[in-house]
């Protein structure tokens, strides 16, 4: 098989239980990042960590493009998302969420399980959100702020994010976006596009393994936190606890709970091979995305998201062909390849597969091998 002459696979593909993930994130990691997190457990307070610890936060500041805090929470981005709106939204908001997808249907979730008054715009999820819509919207509706994600992992699209934080911006709206499977694989800038709470995890586009959810704090963000009138405000969901362990414990320990160290120290790694070029990190996902568009639709493929203004750079979407199970399909890459892809997430789920790409998977020499398994496939003998 192709893949087993690329020396950068070899190493993934010789492992009996992953297989290479082109699964729109958890991802596989690099040789640098694998190495890392297989060395002995690291302490998670003391100067050497602490050290680790506040590089990794200069590193996430470049890369979201912010000279403002960034808090690097322990969890996964769904509480990362709910920590920041339990955090930042007041009882008199009214938070406005366009959605086109199911990450955004999880956002207006998280808000409303958590006493806050949300009103949901609907979009199709295979159009981007409307940045006219959402300011007619958040006129006639008296929104005081926004929750939007940028890129719709489930609908394999991206929304336009600068010109949506533009109107949040005319409207004074505060702006909590989850740039989950964005941060490293779209073009983001949260400090000149004015987003007030940004959300990432290290286990998508920035290729790192799962454990950490960068948080992008503005200042107004934490003038809200500082005087929420939410109550019960909770502990460890509570941002301003994070925030205060930063500042009272600096020198040794400065979170609140104990850190998961290796994931830290592998996310140091990550983010340093991105911030070094994140312009370039960007560039590259595009061209990847777009020689997987190119090549599914030679095998004649029709994807779920047709225009190339909205599909996403870091995941595909596309209907299956006439004949062709689906389910079947992925098991065989997943088995006979060892390569793992993931099933629709959304409208027609049954009948579209998703590949991602995103941490090793964000490769040239991926996408070909993946190109033609699949025109193996489809040329088989049943
Ligand atoms: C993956 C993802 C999430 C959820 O992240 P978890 O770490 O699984 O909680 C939220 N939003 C988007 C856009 C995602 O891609």
């Not at 050290?51 to 890369?63: G, N, S, V």
């Not at 489930?154 to 010109?163: A, K, M, R, V």
């Not at 502990?235 to 600096?250: G, I, S, V």
Request: charged letters at 25%; hydrophobic letters at 40%.
């Amino acid at each position: 098989m192709i893949l087993r002459e690329d020396s950068m696979t070899t190493q993934i593909l010789g492992d009996d239980e992953g297989g290479l993930l082109l699964v729109p994130g958890s991802v596989s990691l690099s040789g640098d990042v694998q190495r890392e997190i297989e060395r002995p457990v690291r302490p998670h307070y003391g100067p050497e960590w602490v050290k680790a610890f506040e590089e990794t936060t200069e590193l996430l500041r470049t890369i979201f493009r912010t000279r403002d805090d960034v808090v690097l929470f322990f969890g996964p981005g769904s509480a990362a998302l709910e920590a920041s709106m339990r955090s930042c939204l007041h009882t008199r908001d009214r938070l406005l969420v366009p959605t086109n997808g199911m990450f955004a249907e999880r956002l207006a979730t998280i808000a409303s399980a958590n006493g806050i008054d949300v009103a949901p715009l609907h979009f199709d999820e295979t159009e981007p959100i409307d940045p006219d819509a959402i300011r007619d919207s958040a006129r006639a509706i008296g929104a005081t702020a926004l929750a939007v994600v940028y890129n719709e992992t489930g609908s394999t699209l991206c929304n336009p994010l600068e010109d949506v934080c533009a109107v949040a911006r005319e409207l004074g709206l505060l702006t909590i976006v989850d740039a989950v499977s964005a941060l490293g694989g779209l073009p983001l800038d949260v400090e000149a596009w004015g987003i007030d709470i940004c959300v990432a995890v290290s286990n998508k586009c920035l290729g790192a393994p799962i454990g950490i959810s960068p948080i992008a704090v503005s200042e107004r963000a934490w003038q809200r936190c500082a005087s929420s009138d939410v109550s019960p405000r909770g502990w460890y969901f509570n941002l301003q606890t994070w925030r205060d362990a930063r500042a009272e414990r600096r020198a040794w320990h400065p979170h609140p709970t104990t850190m998961p160290t290796s994931a830290l120290h592998g996310l140091r790694v990550a983010a340093e091979a991105v911030a070094r070029d994140v312009d370039g990190f960007v560039r590259h996902h595009a061209d990847v995305a777009t020689e997987m568009r190119s090549g599914l639709r030679k095998l004649g493929f029709r994807l779920y998201v047709e225009d190339e203004r909205y599909a996403s750079p870091v995941v595909t979407g596309a209907y299956a062909l006439d004949a062709m199970d689906v389910d079947d399909y992925i098991r065989w890459l997943g088995e006979t390849c060892r390569m793992r892809i993931s099933p629709g997430l959304g409208r027609d789920t049954d009948r579209v597969f998703r590949v991602a790409h995103m941490g090793l998977a964000a490769n040239l020499d991926v996408v070909a091998a993946y190109l033609e398994l699949t025109r193996r496939y489809l040329e088989r003998e049943p």
